[in-house]
């Protein structure tokens, strides 16, 4: 049976709205306080499935000869290849199926097997050798370009003809729950003669997703767009952090730099694309035509629902923003394609995030720079307010595609701000 299959139960509970059922079986890295080895393992209800466990017990074996779960990151797996990944979760689902009785009724199996999520520690689930942020809503782009150029020409004339990206840095991705430290660095003052170093003043949040690569390609050989799906493993949730007064001062002629540097948060589970497969729809009308080697057919979009909350000290989250994935100009297949038309190599583990995913309704703004029109009408949240955001406030991002009885979720990417270093 499809592990897709919607008829599909676990033996594990798992409530009508809970992020992982057994259709989705995405993929993490933990520890336990009884064991500090970083593992691989799948989120099912409100359990992590070991599968290094099922390894050493002989029950999961998508590599004959080796092991690939017992390791501290995906990477080990994701390069293996798409029949290797479908073999796996094809054999996890049907080890969680109600009616097989093989880890059901071993109670000592799935006593070392099963932990409550509650007591695991998520870590970083990918090695990442590599980041790239693109700028693939046409919403966001538009609202920006609006908001710092006249709105006639919100949208420079490249971009409906190219996936603009810059080439980040992948060193200071972190997974959720990390605390975001206040970035130091220059700015400057329209009015002001020089700029200044110290810490931002107008630090924000980008409601994101990005693919993980999962099958590199060598340099100097471009994916095609009809091949890129054999080569992304899964998606995750992504904040890219950004302080806009940096942003502002650098950003011409070469792009952000200190602004982006600081943090990039990610969820801690990796949803593999065969478990989002079911919810493949059609993306926006690309007018004019893509050129060739971007060109695509069938559905390129997936209906994912996405939030954005804030907490404020002392208050309860608020959902500032909601949004859907499908709303994204440039599809994943194209953004691969185009980042590799020119002989750019990519690694396993390399990480491609879609830009700032906004909608076409106020509600729908992916940013505080959005949502408060670059700080000109503040948020206001049970009588404060918030034109960026403030040291103790913390960010929830979450996301899900929903099925008639069940959903496929990415659980929360979390960040909370702390106060800036002294740079005296």
């Known amino acids: 049976m499809n592990p897709s299959d919607p008829k599909l139960k676990s033996f594990v509970p798992v409530t009508r709205d809970s992020h992982f059922p057994i259709q989705n079986l995405p993929y993490g890295v933990f520890t336990t306080p009884a064991n500090f080895t970083p593992r691989v393992g799948v989120a099912i209800g409100e359990l992590v499935l070991d599968l290094s466990v099922l390894e050493q017990a002989g029950l999961l074996e998508p590599v004959p000869g080796e092991r690939v779960f017992n390791r501290p990151t995906l990477n080990a797996f994701m390069e293996r290849g798409p029949e290797v990944w479908r073999r796996a979760r094809e054999t996890i689902s049907e080890l969680l199926r109600a009616e097989n009785a093989r880890l059901r009724d071993d109670a000592a199996l799935r006593g070392r097997a099963f932990t409550s999520q509650a007591a695991a520690k998520m870590l970083l689930p990918i090695s990442i050798p590599g980041y790239t942020d ?12 609006s908001m710092f150029r006249d709105p006639a020409h919100a949208l420079l004339p490249n971009w409906l003809y190219v996936p603009i990206a810059y080439n980040g840095r992948a060193s200071s991705v972190v997974v959720s729950g990390t605390h975001v430290l206040r970035p130091n660095g220059q700015k400057k003052k329209p009015d002001a003669a020089q700029p200044v170093f110290g810490p931002s003043e107008r630090l924000d949040f980008e409601l994101e997703t ?29 904040n890219d952090w950004s302080a806009r007064d940096l942003q502002q001062w650098e950003y011409i002629p070469l792009g952000p730099f ?24 059609e993306g926006p009308a690309q007018h004019p035509p893509p050129l060739p080697y971007l060109a695509t057919t069938g559905p390129q979009a997936y209906d994912i629902h996405l939030e954005a909350a804030l907490a404020i000290p002392g208050k309860r989250a608020t959902t500032i923003a909601r949004t859907n994935f499908r709303h994204l ?22 990480l491609m995030a879609s830009g700032t995913i906004s909608g076409p309704t106020p509600d729908s703004c992916g940013s505080l720079l959005e949502i408060t029109k670059n700080g ?18 913390e960010l929830i991002l979450t996301g899900w595609a929903q ?9 929360e990417v979390r960040g909370k701000i702390v106060a800036a270093r002294s740079h005296a």
């Open 329 to 350: 100009y440039w599809s994943i297949a194209q953004q691969l394609a185009h980042h590799t038309a020119s002989g750019c190599n990519t690694r396993v583990g390399d």
């Open 376 to 393: 000109r009408t503040p948020l206001a949240i049970g009588g404060v307010e918030r034109s960026f955001l403030e040291d103790d406030d």
């Open 258 to 281: 200190n602004s982006k540097t600081f943090a990039t948060s990610i969820s801690p589970w990796v949803v593999t694309m065969d478990a989002l497969e079911p919810f493949r729809v």
């Open 210 to 238: 990005a693919f993980v690569v999962g099958v590199g390609n060598a340099l100097g050989e471009p994916v095609s767009v009809d091949r890129a799906s054999s080569h992304v493993f899964g998606m995750v949730l992504l």
């Open 403 to 411: 099925a008639k009885d069940y959903r496929v979720g990415f659980g």
């Open 134 to 145: 693109f700028y693939s809503s046409k919403e966001h782009a538009t609202n920006v370009g």
